[in-house]
């Protein structure tokens, strides 16, 4: 997901016995929904995980801007060009909203961003993936934000307030997101034989990095454990990327689009779909740095901080001296 | 063609390319707050280009549409202002364009409210309110930037040194301008200049920047007549798709 | 070495007569930066509308009564940032 493998305290779930008081009552209202605001009593383990997960999604929307990014200058059409540039707009303003969010738990914008570049801290695997043809648009809206919606309904429920009313703006943002890429996904598939094949091959390229965005399996994780019990995680990796293949396999066939699993099949028993698991290797490389992108990606985000920080800084210095004036005159 | 058409075309041009040039800057600005308000001008002028490239395509009739005008012509066909066609070079750079473009057209959009041809005051009413805040805000970003830090100030200098050359183009008129206006459907192009003049004196007084002496203009981008090399390589990615599998829909 | 721009809270009242309401946070140099930033982050420019900035260091805010001495992030920090009282658009008219 836009947050993969966030580790908690790694100590597993305490028992109620081990809970201390502040930790009991802390548990209680988690149980009883009821959200944590940011002055609120929070274990320290609570407040750590929840800004790497937050940072790692907020993160995540801002490295995810480049790939999409990378085609607003070749869209062939006036509207798309307008839609494409108005999601990616989204994506910075996600990520802005998120920041906000982990902002209140006592980390700044500037730390954060520090972290992202330095590389202390993650984004998701699947913006270390290039967008080669004008169809990885459509999939990525279509597979990629699908993915993430898939996450991110759930999430509006999750404890901490701020999170919580982060993850309401951006799933209402979001709605059309997936929509555009499915549209164009479908005019793409309808076209020429060039444009399916063009279709075709984001698919094929795109369908494991997507799977692999749900994370490995972590029935077993204590990190999954803890999280799920403070309601900052859901819905386990397995369930979601479960569901999301459900989801998307008929609306790959409406496409007349061939998912590359020579495995699928649709299992009456369980209700879903059997399907082979993404290349786990390939998912440890690319969060090691060895992803098709990686290098770019963070390369960019240094060129921009790196080269903006003039005009951080001059913008700053006038608002300084227009203060001093006005002092001044007081 | 009519002189509406070469108009609109001229209009369209330039909020087009102007639109594609502040489009790259899309994830990489110096500050997220500062994207996010990059984008809402592009997509401003992305939008005020369908309308006066569809009126264009319009007047030309055949069935073309803004789309075939924007994708399927070739450099020499292209009416835009060369200020637009340069660069983006540092934010600076950018948004310094962008002010001295501003600038130039708010004025000619409320002359254009007042257009004898409804379609042209259509569109203007539409567009001076999204430009009026373009304006207000490329201002804010050259006055802060040129009274900031001492490297701030110098980039701007360089900044406007370097653009400066290509405003007196978007003040000269050819017989087509001149024919716009003796229809009514736009102004007099020389007149905007001693407005232009007072609030870029004005702004670039709060800034602490100097004005280049020197009235020397570059020309050609309106009249189709000179480009600089960089439109065509503009016209290689915008139009990529479009040329390299003709007649598909997208 | 860059300092960071301050944080501001975001207040919005819409055409309907309602209060203004936060409906988030950004960063901006000053007050009339953040009120700019607001427009095109928090409105995409609708019209009609009035928009607060508050720097959010000024904002004063109640303290919960269960607050216990474990209560680990430093207070000056979290006060920066109050909260992000944010209302799905859906529930009520803006």
Redesign the interface.
């Known amino acids: 997901m836009y947050a993969q493998m966030v580790k908690s305290t790694g100590e597993g779930v305490k028992t109620r016995a081990e809970m ?1 008081p ?1 930790e009991a ?1 802390f548990q209680d209202r988690i149980d009883a929904g009821i959200k944590i ?8 383990g609570y ?1 750590k995980t929840l800004i790497r997960q937050i940072g790692q999604h907020a993160h995540s929307e ?1 490295v995810g ?2 790939p999409e ?1 990378n085609w ?11 839609i494409l ?2 999601k ?2 989204d994506e ?2 996600h ?3 998120l ?3 982990a ?8 730390e954060l961003t520090e972290q992202l570049l330095d590389g202390r801290m993650k984004y998701s695997s699947i913006f270390n993936y290039p967008t080669l043809n ?1 169809a990885d648009i459509g999939a990525v809206g279509w597979l990629v934000d699908g993915a993430a919606i898939m996450n991110q309904v759930p999430l509006q429920r999750t404890s901490y ?2 999170y919580s ?2 993850m ?2 951006i799933c ?1 943002e979001e709605s059309f997101h997936q929509r555009q890429g499915y549209d ?1 996904m479908m ?1 793409m598939a309808q ?2 034989a ?2 399916k094949a063009m279709a075709q091959d984001a698919l094929n390229r795109l369908w494991y990095p997507s799977l692999m965005m749900f994370g490995p399996s972590d029935k077993d994780s204590v990190h999954s454990a803890q999280s799920l019990a403070w309601k900052i995680k859901i819905d386990t990796n397995d369930e979601l990327r479960q569901k999301f293949v459900d989801q998307t396999v008929p609306q790959a066939e409406y496409l007349g689009l061939t998912v590359p699993d020579e495995n699928l099949k649709w299992n009456a028993e369980k209700g879903g779909y059997d399907f082979s698991e993404p290349d786990w290797d390939e998912f440890f490389d690319v969060l090691r740095g060895n992803g098709p992108c990686n290098v770019d990606r963070m390369e ?1 985000r240094n ?3 790196d ?13 300084a ?3 001093a004036l006005k002092t001044a005159a007081e | 063609m009519s002189t509406l058409h070469d108009f609109a075309l001229r209009m369209g041009d330039s909020t087009l390319i102007l639109g594609h040039r502040v489009s790259e800057w899309c994830g990489h600005a110096p500050v997220l707050e500062e994207d996010i308000a990059l984008a809402n001008t592009a997509l401003d002028l992305i939008g005020q280009t369908q309308l006066w490239l569809g009126l264009a395509a319009e007047e030309e009739g055949s069935g073309k549409t803004a789309d075939d005008l924007a994708f399927l012509r070739d450099a020499w066909e292209f009416r835009n202002a060369l200020l637009t066609e340069l660069p983006n070079g540092d934010f600076g750079r950018t948004l310094m364009r962008q002010y001295l473009f501003d600038e130039w057209h708010l004025l000619m959009l409320q002359a254009l409210q007042g257009s004898s041809e409804k379609r042209v005051s259509d569109i203007a009413d539409k567009a001076v309110k999204e430009v009026s805040y373009h304006v207000e805000r490329s201002r804010d970003t050259v006055i802060g930037l040129g009274d900031g830090t001492a490297e701030s100030h110098k980039r701007m200098q360089d900044a406007l040194d370097y653009l400066y050359p290509y405003v007196g183009e978007l003040f000269t008129p050819d017989a087509i301008d001149e024919a716009a206006t003796n229809a009514g459907i736009a102004p007099d192009l020389a007149s905007l200049r001693a407005p232009y003049d007072a609030a870029l004196t004005a702004t670039m007084a709060e800034a602490t920047l100097s004005l280049p002496d020197s009235r020397f203009a570059h020309k050609g981008g309106r009249t189709g007549k000179m480009h600089t090399e960089h439109l065509g390589h503009i016209l290689t990615q915008m139009q990529w798709l479009q040329r390299a599998y003709p007649g598909a829909t997208w | 070495m860059s300092k960071e721009w301050p944080l501001w809270e975001i207040f919005i009242r819409g055409q309907h007569g309602l209060s203004h309401r936060h409906v988030g946070s950004l960063h901006a140099p000053d007050a009339e930066m953040a009120i700019k930033n607001a427009r095109d982050v928090y409105t995409r420019r609708n019209e009609g509308q009035s928009i607060w900035v508050v720097e959010a260091a000024h904002i004063t805010a109640s303290s919960p009564s269960d607050k216990g001495p474990l209560y680990e992030p430093s207070e000056s920090k979290v006060y920066r940032h109050p909260t992000f009282f944010d209302i799905p658009d859906d529930v009520g008219a803006m």
Request: charged share 30%; aromatic share 8%.
């Open positions: 201390s502040e009552a605001e940011p002055k609120d009593w929070m274990p320290e407040r801002i801007q480049l990014g607003i200058t070749r869209a062939p059409t006036l509207e798309r060009k307008a540039l108005a990616v707009q910075a303003g990520g802005l909203y920041y906000a969010a902002e209140t738990m006592g980390v700044s914008r500037d004008w307030g701020p009313r982060a309401i703006r209402k164009i005019k076209g020429t060039a444009q960019k060129t921009a901080w080269e903006g920080a003039w005009v951080r800084d001059g913008l700053m210095a006038h608002a001296k227009r203060a």
